[in-house]
């Protein structure tokens, strides 16, 4: 399994921006099959994914919450993946984890319907306060 590090925990203010970084080791984020994802989990509340990214064909899936406001992009070169997050509101503090599976399956499946993911982060801290 790959190992996933977030980085870019922070204390902003609403409407500002924030990016957050997932460096991934123990493999290539070009390897087939692979569905690179954001997560998070709010203070009291079930964890609920946020966005995703597949290694096969680039496709993009995003949360309906977040939709709009936050971009998932990836570096090969770096073996990174990202997740910028504008226009951020008080309702999106949260633990951000980076998330990773290989069994191929439709980015809409993991974030929608949670299918699960096989390897993860430990999280980082987004407080979104005034």
């Known amino acids: 399994q790959v190992q996933l590090q977030e980085s870019g925990p922070g204390l902003v203010k609403p409407s500002q921006t924030l990016s957050l970084t997932c460096t991934v080791s123990?493999?290539?984020?070009?390897?087939?099959?692979?569905?690179w994802s954001w997560f998070r989990q709010a203070p009291g509340k079930e964890r609920e994914g946020v966005s995703c990214?597949?290694?096969?064909?680039?496709?993009?899936y995003y949360a309906e919450s977040v939709k709009g406001r936050f971009t998932i992009s990836r570096d090969n070169a770096k073996n990174t993946v990202y997740l910028q997050m504008n226009s951020l509101k008080p309702e999106d503090t949260a633990i951000y984890y980076c998330?990773?599976?290989?069994?191929?399956?439709?980015?809409?499946?993991?974030?929608?319907?949670?299918?699960?993911?096989?390897?993860w982060g430990k999280g980082t801290l987004v407080t979104v306060s005034s």
């Open positions: 998330a990773a599976d290989r069994r191929g399956y439709s980015c809409s499946g993991y974030i929608r319907y949670n299918y699960g993911m096989n390897s």
């Open positions: 123990g493999g290539s984020i070009t390897t087939s099959y692979y569905a």
């Open positions: 990214i597949s290694s096969n064909d680039g496709s993009l």
